[in-house]
């Protein structure tokens, strides 16, 4: 399913012949910023594996949608539910954009297509966790309707130091 097109921008379901280029461009990010949860050389390369994770995803209908342009995957949004029935109506989102792709709303087109997604499988619940220093991220999460919830202290080591997330959630409306 496309979720949004603007020009050669194209937000969609990732599919299982996108994995080279995903995990290329997760590699990338974790090469290029410090925001991310692995570090340079943490994901590793194997494309059958990252192919049989997405499969999984698919086939417990979560969510992992790409940002793609032409060719080149530049962000991703994946959201996780819950796996048992007093969970199920919550998810977990994860979501990334290479450098040259912020600033530009594809976070925010991302982030509603997630939205969407979680309408329409009974998801009334969004939640997050983001470094406490990513101040762009925050605002792009509270503009999009995710409120703090409240702070996971020293949670990460990130370049040797300590570094606190927040948890941030959003209710969906009329849930």
Not at 64 to 76: I, K, M, P, Q, R
Not at 86 to 106: C, D, F, Y
Not at 116 to 138: C, D, F, K, S, Y
Request: some cysteine; hydrophobic content about 45%; charged content about 25%.
């Amino acid at each position: 399913m496309i979720f949004g097109h603007v020009d050669q921008l194209r937000i969609r379901d990732a599919e299982l012949s996108d994995a080279a280029a995903v995990l290329g461009m997760l590699n990338q990010l974790d090469e290029e910023t410090r925001f991310m949860m692995l570090e340079p050389g943490e994901r590793g390369l194997d494309v059958a594996r990252f192919a049989g994770w997405l499969a999984n995803l698919r086939l417990r209908q979560d969510c992992y949608l790409v940002a793609a342009e032409g060719d080149d995957v530049v962000g991703f949004a994946h959201a996780e539910r819950g796996t048992y029935r007093r969970n199920k109506h919550s998810a977990v989102v994860v979501m990334g954009l290479l450098p040259e792709a912020r600033g530009r709303g594809i976070g925010s087109q991302l982030l509603g297509a997630i939205d969407t997604w979680a309408q329409t499988v009974g998801v009334t619940r969004l939640e997050l966790t983001v470094m406490a220093h990513n101040l762009p991220a925050i605002g792009l999460y509270s503009k999009r309707g995710y409120a703090a919830e409240g702070v996971r202290r020293q949670s990460l080591i990130v370049d040797g130091l300590p570094v606190d997330e927040l948890v941030m959630a959003k209710i969906l409306p009329g849930s």
